[in-house]
């Protein structure tokens, strides 16, 4: 490429962006090569050019025009599908080289409420889901999903995350940047989709959420270019998960009465069945005793339909170990003890059966908050004791911080024996 092809095709990068005043020539192109930085977005429009000529993902970054605009280029749900899956290669790229400035993206309240508005809308136009297919780049991609899936509900989110964006960048990313047959588009989409899925909730269990933020917004993208309305439903539940954990309950239900909406027209109870699950989460946190309540009822009579046969392979982990566990919250945050304390044990039961680490710590945290609700500091030392071990057991920020919390319940009963034992036992995990 010449040093004036590359000016010509920047310029017309510029205009399909919506900047006509910019007009670099052949003498611009050598003022770069000799180290000016150019202004933005002329680094980001560059990054386009040499990704489109070589044929994977080039990143201003590696052109040594430092990070661009990507941290705020994956809170964009964009309406041009090939912008979308050069943001998504963005952020594996960025992921998998560690670069600091992805880990310490913030997390913004209010980016899910866009994106949450147009993926409806679309997906109430196109209610009609597109042909599934099965050809072998299809097969191969959704293979591994299912591979690191069970990575990250068996040993936690902080596990496979790397190996797995590692192989989106290379096999997957790719695969979409080629021209297909439609279904054989929409099918490839779905398959990034639920994997660009799995990269947020892994990041989210690794307690990076402005990263995670940033995979669930892109995979919600690339399930509207599926049509697959259940795929964004499910997505939508991870934002409004994320949103009612960080303290933007209100945010989280939103998302989730969105994910609700959009699932009018298909058929996954399971899916279903976690969206009024997470709304009670929301209202519970809101203070809506009534309103938790019914929803958690919605929840428990969705997934009397459900029918695991039949159900997509990303609703796996919605069952009864995972729904009780959630139910358990919502309770444990009413001050209903007693309900949070049956939902617990179901789950725990539920947990140890499979042998979940991960959900049978979390479970066993929200028993013991419903013993200390009781006063019952002995039962909550002992049930904090199997969070402890099964915390040890995976790779998650999430067990560590209901172990933290664990310990700030606890905090109330001073300087008892019990208190001090838990805080000494804890020490190792939640010193990091």
């Not at 920047?10 to 611009?28: C, E, F, L, N, Q």
């Not at 780049?137 to 069970?150: E, I, K, L, S, W």
């Not at 303290?247 to 994910?259: T, V």
């Not at 049956?342 to 680490?357: D, K």
């Amino acid at each position: 490429m010449s040093q004036g092809e590359l000016a010509r095709r920047t310029r017309a990068g510029a205009r399909k962006r919506g900047h006509p005043h910019i007009a670099p020539d052949a003498s611009s192109v050598r003022r770069w090569l000799h180290g000016e930085r150019p202004r933005p977005p002329v680094p980001d429009i560059l990054a386009d050019i040499f990704s489109s000529a070589v044929g994977y993902r080039v990143t201003t970054y590696d052109l040594g025009m430092g990070e661009g605009a990507m941290a705020d280029r994956g809170l964009v749900y964009d309406a041009s599908y090939p912008a979308t899956v050069e943001a998504v290669a963005d952020l594996g790229r960025a992921d998998v080289d560690r670069r600091n400035f992805l880990a310490s993206a913030p997390f913004a309240a209010a980016a899910g409420i866009g994106p949450s508005r147009d993926w409806l809308l679309a997906t109430l136009e196109h209610s009609a889901a597109g042909p599934r297919v099965g050809p072998d780049d299809v097969t191969a991609v959704r293979g591994m999903f299912a591979v690191f899936q069970r990575m990250d509900i068996f040993q936690g989110g902080g596990s496979g995350r790397l190996a797995l964006a590692g192989y989106l960048n290379a096999h997957v990313f790719p695969l979409l940047r080629r021209t297909h047959a439609e279904e054989v588009h929409r099918a490839l989409c779905e398959a990034a989709a639920e994997q660009t899925y799995l990269l947020g909730w892994m990041a989210y269990d690794s307690g990076e959420h402005g990263t995670a933020q940033r995979y669930l917004i892109q995979s919600l993208r690339l399930a509207e270019e599926s049509r697959n309305a259940a795929l964004g439903a499910h997505v939508l539940a991870g934002m409004a998960d994320q949103a009612t954990l960080l303290g933007h309950p209100e945010e989280g239900r939103r998302l989730a009465q969105a994910g609700r909406a959009g699932l009018k027209k298909t058929t996954s109870p399971a899916c279903l069945s976690d969206l009024w699950a997470l709304e009670a989460r929301a209202w519970a946190r809101l203070g809506d005793r009534r309103a938790a309540s019914s929803a958690v009822a919605a929840s428990e009579a969705a997934y009397e339909t459900v029918r695991p046969a039949e159900e997509p392979q990303w609703a796996a982990f919605i069952d009864p170990a995972y729904l009780h566990g959630e139910h358990a919250y919502t309770f444990r945050d009413l001050g209903d003890c007693a309900a949070a304390e049956e939902h617990a044990r179901r789950s725990i039961e539920h947990a140890g059966r499979q042998q979940r680490a991960r959900r049978g710590a979390m479970s066993h945290a929200a028993l013991a908050a419903s013993h200390l609700q009781r006063g019952d500091l002995d039962a909550a030392h002992a049930a904090g004791l199997r969070t402890l071990s099964l915390a040890r057991q995976v790779s998650s920020s999430r067990t560590v911080e209901a172990v933290q919390e664990l310990e700030h319940r606890m905090s109330r009963f001073g300087g008892h024996r019990l208190v001090a034992d838990f805080r000494d036992r804890a020490r190792d995990l939640t010193a990091v």
